[in-house]
């Protein structure tokens, strides 16, 4: 996304957050409890993680990403620019259809058209290209190769008992955009069903700072496949010129798999 005061060529938003400087200040009794706390949030240590964990997820992965591609969906974004004291400065709304040709062919078309209201951003090809592949997230086992994945214990997830892992990218290639980040996976099928992180690379150079949210994707059960459902983010990008605080909504809905007569069923654990 573009800071248009500032820039002429359009850039993306990031969350590269400059490093505060700050007294140093004895531990104390609320240290110490602040650390006992995030102790207890952090994912339970497993004594073993199942063998070949990474390529089961992303064999896994690979069998949701194909499923999904036969299914016709709606997604609409909306993105909120917010001023200082949080209230509304600028908005951008789109809503597309996913939708399959009677001869089977798929496509994507709008909805009406997008509205943007921005005051100080413009949506960029590599935001389009993220709201596309890295926020929904599928790392499939062609893309395996791409990321470290290094396991960090077992969670429960809305009653889900999954394990944690931390994914990042081993190498970024010229113009490749990739997902930083940790994933939760449900223990009997290897399903991804949350997600949270950023795309990366931030792109920043003398002329242009192409900066992106930190997000938060949510699975629902579509028959039998873990789908994507919302992606969040909250967050502060730290412009050099100004720091832009923006709200991202995206919600994919009315899963409906082509040429099936029978009814979808959801399920919201």
Known sequence: MLFMPAYT???????????????????????????IALVANCPARAADPPANLAKRVAARETATAEERAHYAYT?????QELDSRGGQAGEYRETREVIFSPTGERSEQFVGQPESRLKNLILTKE???DIRNIQPFVMTTDQLWN???DFKGEEPIDGIDCFALRIRPKHILSGQRLFDGMIWVK?????VIRSTGQAVPQIVTVKQENLFP????TRKLVNGFWFPATTTADDTLYFRAAPIREKLVIRYAD??????QSTITFDNK
């Open 75 to 79: 997604q609409s974004v909306r993105l």
């Open 127 to 129: 935001d389009f290209d």
């Open 255 to 260: 899963y409906k798999r082509f040429g099936s």
């Open 9 to 35: 060529n359009a850039a993306t938003l990031s969350t590269t957050h400059p490093k505060p400087v700050t007294a140093q200040k004895r531990l104390g009794v609320y240290g110490i409890a602040a650390i």
């Open 187 to 191: 223990q009997d099928d290897y399903s």
């Open 147 to 149: 990321y470290d994945a």
């Open 214 to 217: 930190r997000f938060t994707t």
